[in-house]
C-alpha cells in the first residue's frame, strides 16, 4: 500500500504514519525526519535546508524530491511506503506522479487531517521533542511519564525550533498558501479523503484504518 498523509503542521500525520507503519509493515518517509537527520550530521544539504527550516519556510523543491526519489527504490519500500510531510507544493506532487508513473506505480490513498489553527497552535507550541528517536510528546494531552525524557528510549525531549510560536505562524501561512492546494489536486485525481484530526490519536486511527483497508 502507498499513502500520502496530508494536512496542516500538528495535525498528526507523524503519530499517524508511524501507527499505520506498524499495521500494514510499511515504512513512513518522512522528509522532515531525513532533514532533521542531514542537519544534525552537518551534511551540506542539511546546511542549507536548516536556514528554511528553522524560519518556518519550506526547503527548495528539487532538494525534497531529490531526497524522496532516492528514498522510495529502496528495498524496504517495495511493498509499499507512507508519505509523511510530502509533497508539500503542487511542483513536489506533479514530480511524485511522474515518477511513480515511471515506476509502474500509482498512490493508494491520500489521507487529509482537518484540525482548526487554534488547535494547532496549542499542540505545536507544547511538543516536546525526543532528540534520539523522534517521538513525540505534549505538555497537557500526552506528558512523558519523567519530565523532559522519551518513553521510549530515555533520549532528551527538547522545543523545536520550529515549534516556537512566531514560527509556527510561518508554517500555517506556508501551509494554506503552498500545501492546501494539493488538496484539489488530490480530489481531482480522485483518491483524497478527509479525516478529522479530532480524538484520541486511537480514534484518529481506527477512522484513518476505515478509510484506507
Ligand atoms: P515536518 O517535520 O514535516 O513538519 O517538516 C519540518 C520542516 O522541514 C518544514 O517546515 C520544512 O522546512 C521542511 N520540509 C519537510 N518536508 C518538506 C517538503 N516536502 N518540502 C519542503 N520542505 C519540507
Known amino acids: 500500500m502507498r499513502l500520502i498523509l496530508l494536512g496542516p503542521p500538528g495535525a498528526g500525520k507523524g503519530t499517524q504514519a508511524k501507527m499505520l507503519m506498524e499495521k500494514f509493515q510499511i515504512p513512513q518517509v518522512s522528509t522532515g525526519d531525513i532533514l532533521r537527520k542531514a542537519v544534525q550530521e552537518g551534511a551540506e544539504l542539511g ?53 511513480l508513473k515511471e515506476m509502474s506505480l500509482s498512490m493508494d490513498a491520500v489521507v487529509d487531517f482537518e484540525v482548526d489553527n487554534e ?70 485525481q480522485g483518491n483524497l479523503k478527509t479525516a478529522q484530526g479530532y480524538g484520541t490519536v486511537e480514534e484518529i486511527f481506527s477512522r484513518v484504518c476505515a478509510m484506507v483497508s
Open 47 to 99: 546546511k542549507q535546508a536548516k536556514i528554511c527550516m528553522d524560519a518556518g519556510k519550506l526547503v527548495q523543491d528539487d532538494i525534497v524530491i531529490g531526497l524522496i526519489k532516492e528514498r522510495i527504490v529502496e528495498a524496504d519500500c517495495k511493498g509499499g511506503f507512507i508519505l509523511d510531510g510530502f509533497p508539500r507544493t503542487i511542483i513536489q506532487a506533479e514530480k511524485l506522479t511522474e515518477t
Open 119 to 188: 488547535e494547532l497552535v496549542n499542540r505545536l507550541t507544547g511538543r516536546g521533542t525526543c532528540a534520539d528517536c523522534g517521538a513525540m510528546f505534549h505538555k497537557t494531552s500526552r506528558p512523558p511519564a519523567k519530565s523532559g525524557i522519551c518513553d521510549g528510549c530515555g533520549g532528551a525531549l527538547y522545543q523545536r525550533e520550529d515549534d516556537k510560536e512566531e514560527t509556527i505562524k510561518k508554517r500555517l501561512e506556508v501551509y494554506q498558501d503552498e500545501t492546501a492546494p494539493l488538496k484539489e489536486f488530490y480530489r481531482k
